[in-house]
């Protein structure tokens, strides 16, 4: 199994420019998550999914949008790329909302200039 | 609001136990304590959880208070690939709708392991 996987692992963008980052599962785990970690700090939560066809917002949702897009995948959009959202992004899964485990992904470098 | 305190930072020679401490003082009847690592360049990975009793698995043993309000992990024989940031989260376990569910990581505990 793969676990969780990312990509892209590394991007630049310009100001305003868009994208989306994607995330797969292959654990069949209901619960998907995206986070943001800024140097020397702690994860915060961005928005996840409790299960397929649901989304919520977390901590830090302002200028992100998500899609579930089927059980597996669950994708973080960025419509307006700000420097403020430079930052490591990190995707995980858990089987419930409330497992006490949830699986990281290796984390997107994400650079805004 | 973060709701524990942990060290900044604590080093450890190889092969010798480490504990990492957690205070968490505010802590509720059904909040779980869960520990989380980071090694270097990674996401974050579980390492134990509990409630009340002391727990053990192949990773680590957890050690709580018996008032709940600190707690401490333990490694038994520190490695090299043991250095990483430890983040102690509370979440609770009675209601894992809306915000509470979610996993709060503050800065952790950054350990260094010394060969």
């Known amino acids: 199994n793969a676990g969780v996987t990312q990509t892209p692992k590394f991007q630049v963008l310009k100001t305003g420019q868009s994208m989306t980052l994607q995330c797969a599962q292959d654990m069949n785990h209901n619960s998907m998550y995206w986070y943001r970690q800024d140097p020397g700090m702690g994860l915060r939560l961005i928005y996840y999914s409790a299960s397929e066809g649901t989304t919520d917002k977390g901590e830090v949702p302002n200028g992100y949008n998500v899609s579930r897009l089927n059980k597996r995948e669950f994708s973080l959009r960025l419509e307006s790329a700000a420097p403020s959202q430079t930052s490591v992004y990190f995707c995980a899964s858990s089987e419930q909302r409330s497992s006490y485990e949830q699986y990281f992904g290796p984390g997107t470098r994400l650079t805004v200039t | 609001d973060a709701k524990t305190t942990q060290p900044n930072s604590m080093e450890s020679n190889e092969e010798e136990p480490v504990h990492l401490p957690c205070n968490h003082s505010?802590?509720?009847?059904?909040?779980?304590i869960h520990w989380y690592r980071q090694l270097p360049s990674q996401g974050p990975e579980y390492v134990i959880h509990?409630?009340?009793s002391n727990v053990n698995n192949r990773m680590a043993s957890l050690a709580i208070a018996e008032d709940r309000k600190s707690s401490t992990l333990i490694l038994h024989r520190a490695t090299l690939r043991d250095a990483a940031v430890y983040y102690c989260i509370l979440r609770d376990g009675g209601n894992y709708g809306g915000s509470q569910g979610n996993l709060i990581f503050g800065k952790g505990t950054k350990l260094s392991v010394k060969p």
């Open positions: 509990g409630l009340t």
């Open positions: 505010t802590i509720s009847g059904t909040d779980y």
